[in-house]
């Protein structure tokens, strides 16, 4: 027996409800191009909410440079219904479009309106990112922002040895998240209900550094606490402690942070008596480590110990896809913390995308609180943003639509800092998952040098 349903019966708001909570992103365009509805489907597509896109046009505003190639045109021109793939250059994720021109009901048969349908192109691996991704973020008290295919498949393997004592290395540039992703992993580990302490290796005057680290006895100097005081080794027992700077390290401190790591044991200043450890080490660093060691700045032996494993967190520059979720999300926050309602307008989130972000997620995140402070208004224009970012757009531009050259350029970033961690060419398909010859072939064009292995 077939199931029927007789339309007439239900209410209008029930279409809406299914328009409004579908996964796919629906565009009605009218016969100009103008965008008259869409869903909330665009949040996760484009990183904007629908009023952003009424009444904007395919070819220009929000949609210069997103997305490729549009298609109303040809569509008014065929008058029928169009399959094809859509770059969302933001993302670079292909997206499966279908549109379908409604012409008028006269005999004219001119378009009235068309229906476009949208769906990101997910891969069965791209799901099960996706899947663990949420819950992650749910389960744990970090909110990791992040989309990109390398950035996510570093954050599992980092998951993958979280629950070891392994020592973790985590190199990139200043604001890429380094600390962050420190503290994910501790809450990601067995440790998560243990310390997690922190220290900046090269914001703290040597002499100072080690009773920070191993802390002291009573008596111990002039001027130190008569009670004694305890360091970060015993403060974070049982939890972790994340060296950050560690090539700042002064080369005595080196030698006795690679004792606590051979022999679990340390020595307050001023003690005799050894204190038992258990802590797992993270560190992390923005120096390149062997050319420290080459200038004997860097002990070799601390080097292997700490790198038992090692990240390389990519700058935000070779993530575009977390730049928008990111800014959105620090946006949020804002929102939810003084109870307003700010949006950004498009053209400001194309800007943002678009920016090169030397100081990475701590720039972003700065910026973002900046513009939120400043904007008077509910609507974030792209005339708010700093005079840096902003100006950034034209000479931008110019580059954006060159696809080929921003994919070099990612692909370039991404082997320099893989080659520069790894050092050699098996390394780097390794870490990579590519083939030795692949690997050879990129090394020598992007880095000056190829080790023989
Ligand atoms: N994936 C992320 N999702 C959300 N916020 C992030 C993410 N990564 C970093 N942040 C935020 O960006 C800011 C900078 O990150 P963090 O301090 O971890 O960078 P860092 O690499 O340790 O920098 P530095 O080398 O200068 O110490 C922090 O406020 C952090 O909370």
């Given amino acids: 027996m077939r199931n029927t349903v007789d339309s007439n019966t239900l209410p209008e708001h029930f279409y809406l409800d299914i328009l409004e909570n579908l996964f796919l992103c629906v565009f009605v365009n009218d016969d100009t191009g103008r965008t008259t509805y869409t869903n909330p489907a665009t949040i996760r597509h484009y990183g904007v909410t629908p009023h952003y896109l009424i009444s904007t046009y395919p070819d220009w505003g929000f949609w210069e440079g997103v997305v490729y190639p549009p298609?109303?045109?040809?569509?008014?021109?065929?008058?029928?219904?169009?399959?094809?793939?859509?770059?969302?250059?933001?993302?670079?994720?292909?997206?499966?479009?279908?549109?379908?021109?409604?012409?008028?009901?006269?005999?004219?048969?001119?378009?009235?309106?068309?229906?476009?349908?949208?769906?990101?192109?997910?891969?069965?691996?791209?799901?099960?990112?996706?899947?663990?991704?949420?819950?992650?973020?749910?389960?744990?008290?970090?909110?990791?922002?992040?989309?990109?295919?390398?950035?996510?498949?570093?954050?599992?393997?980092?998951?993958?040895?979280?629950?070891?004592?392994?020592?973790?290395?985590?190199?990139?540039?200043?604001?890429?998240?380094?600390?962050?992703?420190?503290?994910?992993?501790?809450?990601?580990?067995?440790?998560?209900?243990?310390?997690?302490?922190?220290?900046?290796?090269?914001?703290?005057?040597?002499?100072?550094?080690e009773s920070e680290l191993f802390g002291y006895i009573s008596g111990s100097f002039t001027g130190a606490n008569t009670k004694g005081k305890k360091g970060l080794f015993e403060l974070a027992e049982g939890g972790t402690l994340f060296l950050d700077e560690i090539g700042d390290l002064p080369i005595d401190l080196q030698v006795k942070i690679l004792h606590v790591l051979d022999n679990g044991k340390f020595m307050p200043v001023g003690s005799t008596v050894p204190i038992h450890s258990n802590v797992r080490i993270i560190t992390a660093t923005n120096k390149d480590l062997k050319n420290c060691i080459t200038e004997k700045n860097f002990r070799e032996d601390l080097y292997w110990r700490i790198n038992a494993f090692c990240s390389v967190i990519p700058p935000l520059r070779s993530r575009r896809e977390d730049i928008i979720p990111l800014a959105q999300h620090y946006l949020d926050k804002h929102n939810s913390k003084y109870q307003t309602n700010k949006v950004f307008y498009p053209q400001t989130l194309v800007i943002l995308a678009m920016y090169h972000w030397p100081g990475n997620i701590r720039e972003l995140k700065n910026v973002i609180e900046r513009i939120y402070i400043l904007t008077g208004g509910n609507i974030i224009y792209e005339n708010h943003l700093p005079k840096e970012v902003y100006r950034s757009n034209n000479k931008n531009k110019k580059h954006y639509h060159k696809y080929d050259e921003i994919i070099k350029q990612a692909e370039k970033e991404i082997i320099i800092s893989v080659y520069n961690s790894q050092g050699t060419i098996t390394g780097v398909s390794q870490t990579l998952s590519i083939s030795q010859g692949r690997a050879y072939r990129m090394i020598k064009r992007y880095c000056n040098v190829i080790s023989e292995e």
Wanted: with cysteine; net charge neutral; proline share 3%.
């Fill in 71 to 209: 298609a109303y045109k040809q569509l008014m021109k065929e008058k029928r219904t169009i399959f094809y793939n859509q770059l969302n250059l933001f993302t670079n994720n292909c997206h499966s479009t279908i549109n379908t021109p409604v012409l008028k009901n006269d005999s004219s048969e001119n378009v009235e309106f068309m229906v476009q349908i949208i769906q990101e192109n997910f891969s069965t691996k791209d799901l099960d990112i996706i899947s663990n991704q949420t819950k992650d973020i749910t389960n744990l008290r970090i909110d990791l922002i992040g989309k990109n295919h390398f950035f996510c498949t570093l954050i599992k393997e980092l998951e993958k040895v979280a629950d070891s004592d392994i020592p973790i290395l985590l190199l990139g540039e200043s604001g890429t998240g380094k600390t962050h992703i420190a503290e994910y992993i501790h809450n990601y580990s067995y440790r998560q209900d243990k310390p997690f302490r922190s220290i900046n290796c090269g914001a703290i005057p040597s002499n100072l550094l």
